[in-house]
C-alpha cells in the first residue's frame, strides 16, 4: 500500500495516574476482595481489617459518654438546689436587715444570716463551676466517641476512585501499619501517551515553528 509521505511512525507509551491505595490506621487484614488487573468501582470495599479491638474501644467510649452525661445530670439538679438555697438566703438577710435595722435581732443573729446567705452564693459558684465541668466532661465524651466510629468506619478499605489493580501489594493475615499500602490502582480516566519522535522529525519541527 501506498505510506502517506505526511504521516509519521513514532513509538510511544500508553498511562494512566497511579494511585496508591492505603490504610488510615494499623491493624490486621482479615480480607482483600482484589487482584492484580481486577476493575475497582468508586466507593466499592475492597479490605477489611480486624475490628474487635475498636469495637471494644467503642463500647468503653459510649459507657464512658452515659457516665458523663449522668454527672451532668446531677451536675444540674445541685445547681437548682443551690440557685433555691440563695434565693432562701436572700429573704432571710433582708429580713435580717430590716430586723436589724429596728433593733429587733442582734449583731450575732444578723452576722449569723449574713454568713449563710455568703456561703450559700459561694455553693452557688462551686456547683456552677462543676457543672461547667460536667458538660466540658459530655462534650469531650461525645467527641472521643465520634473518634471511635470514624476509626472504626476506616477499617472497611473503600476505593477513592474507579480503576484498575496494578498491584496488590498485601495478603489477608498481614498486619499492616497506618499509612500502609495496600495496593497501586491505575486511574483509567486519566490516561496519557508518551510518544518518542525522532530527533531530525523534532528538528524539523522547531525550525518549523521558528519561522
Do not use: C, W
Amino acid at each position: 500500500p501506498t505510506v502517506d509521505p505526511n504521516l509519521v511512525e513514532s513509538a510511544g507509551r500508553l498511562e494512566a495516574q497511579e494511585f496508591d491505595l492505603a490504610v488510615k490506621n494499623g491493624g490486621r487484614v482479615i480480607a482483600i476482595e482484589l487482584e492484580e488487573g481486577d476493575t475497582v468501582e468508586k466507593g466499592e470495599t475492597v479490605a477489611r481489617l480486624e475490628k474487635s479491638e475498636l469495637e471494644a474501644m467503642l463500647r468503653s467510649a459510649e459507657a464512658e459518654l452515659q457516665r458523663a452525661q449522668e454527672g451532668l445530670i446531677q451536675a444540674n439538679a445541685v445547681v437548682v438546689q443551690r440557685e433555691s438555697d440563695v434565693t432562701l438566703a436572700d429573704a432571710e438577710l433582708r429580713r435580717a436587715v430590716m430586723l436589724h435595722g429596728r433593733d429587733y435581732l442582734s449583731g450575732a443573729s444578723y452576722d449569723q444570716r449574713k454568713a449563710a446567705h455568703d456561703n450559700a452564693e459561694a455553693a452557688l459558684l462551686l456547683a456552677a463551676a462543676q457543672q461547667r465541668a460536667a458538660a466540658a466532661g459530655v462534650t469531650i465524651a461525645q467527641a472521643e466517641m465520634a473518634r471511635m466510629r470514624v476509626n472504626l468506619a476506616d477499617m472497611d478499605v473503600v476505593s477513592p476512585i474507579s480503576g484498575r489493580v496494578l498491584y496488590k501489594l498485601v495478603e489477608p493475615g498481614a498486619v499492616v501499619s497506618s499509612g500502609q499500602r495496600l495496593a497501586t490502582l491505575l486511574d483509567m480516566s486519566d490516561v496519557f501517551i508518551t510518544i518518542f519522535l525522532p530527533m531530525e522529525l523534532v528538528l524539523f519541527m522547531l525550525t518549523m515553528k521558528e519561522n
